[in-house]
């Protein structure tokens, strides 16, 4: 059965701290990504990266870095943690290609409370 | 660019009543379209997907949204509403080739009363 997985499901922080958000998949996905997902919003891709050491700014990448070392872990980490960045945080992948390929799967999301 | 609107961020209908989620989309190339539902604390799970093939989809749990090229539509239909239905379902678009990038809607939560 295909799995993703988060660090955390619930995570508080303080202004200014870093934060580290893991995300770890078995399905040997090249694609993978992270969005945050806010009420009326829907959900807004940070980064993604189609392949270890690469990674490809989305919509809002401001405030965020990820990090790919090994293929199965993507990282996102949010240098010095602000109250706007309070929000749902959501983990996919997928197999790159067209079609059918494109369907990604998710992870259960970290919730972030950033005080 | 690519692009999708939910229309109606909330719908409510009674347990046993046709469930008419609506999504438009844009695109400059033929585009996939799917349909997501996420359960309260989850992550989204696909309901079902679009890639050309036949213009009416059928997915999970009885659902099913047809593709109207002439309307740029993707309206997602349940004849017969399940209490267990009730969640948010997102409508998204991702067009061929570069990274497959997906662009998800807005989301509207269904609500079923009993």
């Known amino acids: 059965d295909v799995k993703v997985t988060q660090s955390s499901r619930y995570l508080v922080k303080r202004t200014g701290e870093k934060v580290f958000l893991e995300c770890v998949q078995d399905?040997?996905?090249?694609?993978m990504f992270w969005y945050r997902q806010d009420p009326g919003l829907g959900l807004r891709l940070i980064y993604f990266?189609?392949?270890?050491?690469?990674?490809e700014k989305g919509d809002i990448p401001e405030g965020y870095s990820v990090s790919r070392e090994k293929k199965e872990r993507f990282s996102l980490i949010l240098e010095s943690a602000s109250t706007n960045q309070t929000s749902m945080y959501l983990c996919?992948?997928?197999?790159?290609?067209?079609?059918?390929?494109?369907?990604?799967?998710f992870g259960p999301g970290t919730r972030l409370t950033v005080l | 660019a690519q692009s999708v609107t939910q229309l109606g961020s909330h719908v409510s209908v009674s347990e046993g009543a046709l469930v008419l989620l609506r999504c438009n989309y844009s695109?400059?190339?033929?585009?996939?379209l799917f349909w997501y539902v996420q359960y309260p604390n989850q992550g989204l799970q696909l309901l079902l997907k679009y890639t050309s093939a036949a213009t009416l989809v059928k997915g999970i749990n009885g659902f099913e949204a047809e593709f109207k090229k002439s309307e740029t539509s993707f309206h997602l239909t349940k004849p017969s509403a399940h209490m267990s239905d009730a969640a948010e379902y997102f409508c998204?678009?991702?067009?061929?080739?570069?990274?497959?990038?997906?662009?998800f809607g807005t989301g509207t939560k269904l609500q079923v009363i009993p």
């Open positions: 996919a992948s997928s197999f790159p290609g067209a079609g059918v390929n494109n369907e990604q799967f």
């Open positions: 399905m040997d996905h090249e694609n």
């Open positions: 990266s189609y392949d270890v050491k690469m990674k």
């Open positions: 998204a678009v991702s067009e061929s080739g570069g990274y497959q990038k997906v662009t």
């Open positions: 695109s400059s190339v033929p585009p996939y």
